[in-house]
């Protein structure tokens, strides 16, 4: 069971994660690039911080930022804690474009929903519910911490 259940939970999350295929087939940026603004879409952060999570060196991380900042899609900043320290930070031009991108996301989902009967969007949403309660708990809890099962939530 707990294949079958990743099988549908993979297909559920490459399929919202992509959203509507063509816009992002629209996108004129190299997957470093995306993966950066997608990161910076959270919390600006460091050139260094985003070297480390793309696993990359400091070099390259800064030609990637030098060629964003020329699509005016990131600008660099001078961090308040650490004067030493520049931190980079979308635009609003760089806002829009993955705001686009969610946007698209999120009409693919209510035309899927829509097709539903109310009692199936209510299991979905219930579902969702426990499902993220969990990953709340797996966020919070130590790797070796009690399991809780979502009883309480079923009505």
Do not use: C
Not at 100 to 111: A, I, M
């Amino acid at each position: 069971m707990a294949h079958e259940m990743w099988e549908l939970y993979s297909r559920v999350a490459q399929s919202a994660a992509l959203g509507d295929v063509r816009a992002w087939a629209k996108l004129d940026l190299t997957m470093p690039q995306l993966k950066i603004l997608l990161i910076l879409s959270k919390k600006e952060a460091s050139i260094g911080h985003l070297a480390d999570l793309l696993d990359t060196t400091m070099p390259s991380m800064t030609g990637i930022i030098d060629r964003l900042e020329k699509l005016e899609l990131v600008e660099r900043t001078v961090s308040v804690e650490d004067r030493r320290s520049t931190l980079v930070r979308m635009t609003p031009k760089s806002r829009e474009l993955i705001a686009n991108l969610y946007s698209s996301g999120h009409g693919k989902f209510e035309q899927i929903m829509s097709m539903m009967s109310p009692l199936e969007r209510e299991m979905v949403d219930l579902g969702l519910r426990i499902f993220v309660q969990a990953l709340e708990r797996h966020q919070e809890e130590p790797a070796n911490s009690v399991h809780r099962t979502g009883a309480a939530f079923i009505k």
